[in-house]
């Protein structure tokens, strides 16, 4: 099952030279294995590992999060707006599974 | 010898003494669960890893207190020019698995912010690895009043 990703930019639009948040949040559970069902089993892990940001198929940006992120987790990045362009955030879990989304820079 | 004269000689070489041996062993790092924390520190950052410098150049922003330690927003940002980060690594010393992420900015500027699981009240560390082969460290501690590893 993909994994939803959402992805967005603060401010939408900004100036040429500015700094632009990338903010993308995912859909997943993230369970670091160290936690326990109500019959006391453990749940096995299964995180998002990988965290890759192409813009225009370039890889810009990489995070290798460990078992310790929260569910549903935000990673937040910082870039200079030089040209407009597309940001790909793609992710990976543990478990092979792949999450992708993207958004549009526009310059003012 | 009178009385001055010795406890002048003796103090010198005590301090002499206590200052020598502290960064075997202390170094910049405090705290209780240290052991933990340098297993990680030595399988994310290789040999080097007591090397560390506290600098105000890395500045890593954490709540004081958090409800619930299954999500807690964490930020770090160095105030270096973008070419000179090579890698940020966040750490929890309590947790089971103390390292949080490594965030390699290639062309990002040296910023990350996520949420993490703090499993209880615990330092956090931010390691930034520089191009020149520095390690620089900021602390942080937050107070967790539910884990979020359980």
Known sequence: ?108 | MNRRAFLRTTGAALSALALAGLPVKAQSLEGEDLANLEKALKETLGKGFKDLTPSNLVKLTMPAIAESGANVPAEVEVNLPAGQVKAIHLFADKNPTPRLVSFMPMKAMPYYATRVRLAETSAIRAVVETTDGKLLLASASTRVTVGGCG
Not at chain 1, 34 to 59: C, H, Q, S, W
Not at chain 1, 67 to 94: C, H, I, M, R, W
């Open chain 1, 1 to 108: 099952m993909p994994i939803r990703t959402i992805v967005r930019l603060t401010p939408a639009k900004p100036k040429a030279g500015e700094e632009v948040r990338l903010q993308a949040v995912a859909q997943h559970p993230n369970e670091p294995g160290t936690r326990r069902d109500e019959r006391g089993n453990l749940i096995p892990a299964n995180y998002i590992n990988l965290v890759e940001v192409y813009f225009e198929g370039e890889k810009v940006a990489e995070a290798r999060p460990g078992p310790s992120t929260s569910a549903n987790p935000l990673y937040g990045f910082k870039f200079k707006a030089e040209k407009p362009g597309t940001f790909t955030v793609k992710l990976k879990d543990t478990s092979g599974d792949t999450g992708e989304g993207t958004v549009k820079l526009e310059l003012a």
